[in-house]
């Protein structure tokens, strides 16, 4: 059942309340939640606004009136609410999917089956692929899910000291002057790409644009091995935060000859060391079959602090 839409703030409230109790230690509430009714003030819109769906419609689903395109607030039971909206991977019209990360209490697993048909009943005719849902819980948690991208996540003050082990003398990070380096960096990606098929999918080099941007900006670095090009890391400051002042990782890549070193947990290091505002999260998502990913990431001090799980959609 359709509800009338709620304003940003209480959507932002409700998205605070499913998330992992750690990350409510390192930012005040009120803070936080000025800066999720921020972000979900998209969602609102893409409720409201005709004309927006119009537009959205005419690229994803010709043919159908924009109103099939709006965001729906829905009763999934009785004492469950969901913002369900139209998403499409990467804007690819093939790729459909129905968001749900916004939900009116924290999930559990009772809650899947309801949450699928109800987003089955209003976004059917546009053949989702898959429910995406948000939850604190670790991977693996909800039966019958697949994973998606994890959150990883710490403090830019307490990732200064580094973890157990020294930063390697020979490995260094300094801010990027130019971007005559992004094709190395490209070719880095198609060389883990063609290890690992399902590589592709989980991750793709920023675009140059996007660099050019955190250059300018001044958070754009080169890593340097023993003087050598060997890959690039950048953040910027706006981002999948979850609602903290954060900067959220845009690019970290190693070239193919400096992989499988253990420099991974001390990039986290240098680059919290290189970052000026120590107050802000240092937030990464990372797909949660990117073991060796999430693993450098944990062991340079961040934690998993919730992600995306996918449900299959019977009509995907």
Not at 37 to 59: I, K, N, W
């Amino acid at each position: 059942m359709d509800l009338g839409i709620p304003a940003a703030r209480e959507l932002g409230r409700c998205f605070l309340a499913a998330q992992h109790p750690l990350t409510r230690l390192w930012v005040d509430d009120a803070v936080r939640l000025n800066m999720l009714a921020e972000q979900c003030a998209d969602d609102v819109q893409l409720a409201t606004d005709l004309d927006v769906a119009a537009s959205r419609a005419q690229r994803f689903a010709p043919g159908l009136p924009a109103e099939a395109l709006l965001n729906r607030w829905t009763a999934a039971n009785d004492d469950l609410n969901a913002m369900l909206s139209m998403r499409w991977e990467g804007g690819d019209p093939n790729k459909p999917f129905v968001d749900a990360t916004v939900t009116s209490r924290p999930l559990t697993g009772d809650d899947l089956p309801v949450l699928v048909r109800a987003g089955a009943e209003v976004f059917g005719a546009l053949r989702p692929r898959y429910l995406r849902l948000w939850s604190a819980a670790p991977p693996g948690r909800f039966v019958g899910t697949r994973p998606d991208r994890r959150f990883l996540a710490a403090p830019v003050g307490g990732l200064r000291a580094g973890f157990e082990q020294s930063v390697p003398s020979e490995l260094m990070l300094t801010p990027t002057r130019d971007l005559d380096h992004y094709q190395d960096a490209s070719a880095a990606y198609d060389d883990i790409d063609h290890e690992h098929r399902a590589h592709a999918e989980q991750a793709q080099i920023a675009s140059r644009r996007a660099l050019e941007q955190s250059l300018r900006a001044g958070t754009l670095f080169d890593i340097a091995v023993e003087g050598h090009w060997a890959g690039y890391v950048s953040v910027r400051t706006k981002g999948e935060s979850l609602g903290m002042p954060a900067y959220v990782v845009q690019e970290l890549v190693l070239a193919t000859k400096f992989r499988g070193r253990g420099y991974g947990p001390h990039l986290t290091t240098l680059l919290a060391r290189a970052l000026p505002d120590e107050t802000r999260v240092l937030v990464g998502a990372v797909h949660a079959r990117n073991r060796g990913a999430r693993q450098a990431a944990e062991r340079g001090g961040r934690t998993d602090v919730g992600g995306w799980i996918q449900v299959p959609h019977k009509t995907g």
